[in-house]
Each structure stands twice: as C-alpha cells, then as structure tokens.
C-alpha cells in the first residue's frame, strides 16, 4: 500500500509562482512512476504532468507546458510540481498519484487527497 500526502497548495495572485510536493511512503518508491492531475470545480479532473521512475522523462499537458516543472527526489521519496506563471484557469484541487504497474501514461492506482490552488485574477 502507498500513501500519498500533498502539500504546498494555496492561494497565489495571477503571475506568480506555487511549489506543491507529494511525499510517499513505502520503501519502493523509486520504483513508481508519478503523476500530478487537477479537478476543477464543475469539471473533470484532468492529466496536469507525470515523471518517470528514474525522473528521466517528464510529460506535460499542452495547457502547462512552460510553466510547470515536475520532479522527483527518490531519496527523499517525494515528487515537486513547481508552478510558475499562474493563471486564474490553473485554480484547481491538485491530486498527486502513483503507478507501479503502469508507466507515466497510467493509469495509477494511488491517489492522495489534494491540496487546493487558487489563482486570483
């Protein structure tokens, strides 16, 4: 079993910067391939980036892509999604996941509860 616990949401002005992290326990982490999704209110949660176990490739969605930057420590058995350049769109519950079965493409069979991002305009 593979708890996922996230951090670091909160409430940022449009243009600027958020880090949330996702810290895992288990001591095969390395092994995981992670994800970061987001759910919006009224709508569907949606792919937002995932990193390969070794960290070597990263995927973004079109709508990030430039603006995030997601990786992994597997020392630290943790996984950072640094957020720069916010856009009140990114306003989200942001939801870490994890795979060990599947690559970064999923789908995942861990999910942590979500932390809160709110972009003001």
């Known amino acids: 079993q593979v708890q996922l616990v996230e951090s670091g949401g909160g409430l940022v002005q449009a243009g600027g910067s958020l880090r949330v992290s996702c810290a895992a326990s288990?001591?095969?982490?390395?092994?995981?391939?992670m994800g970061w999704f987001r759910q919006a209110p009224g709508k569907d949660r949606e792919f937002v980036a995932a990193?390969?176990?070794?960290?070597?490739?990263?995927y973004y969605a079109d709508s990030v892509k430039g603006r995030f930057t997601l990786s992994r420590d597997n020392v630290k058995n943790t996984v950072s999604l640094q957020m720069n350049s916010l856009k009140p769109e990114d306003t989200a519950v942001y939801y870490c996941?994890?795979?060990?079965?599947?690559?970064?493409?999923?789908?995942?069979?861990?999910w942590g509860q979500g932390t809160q991002v709110t972009v003001s305009s």
């Open positions: 996941a994890a795979t060990i079965v599947h690559g970064p493409e999923g789908p995942y069979e861990y």
């Open positions: 288990g001591r095969t982490f390395s092994r995981y391939a």
């Open positions: 990193i390969s176990w070794t960290g070597a490739s990263t």
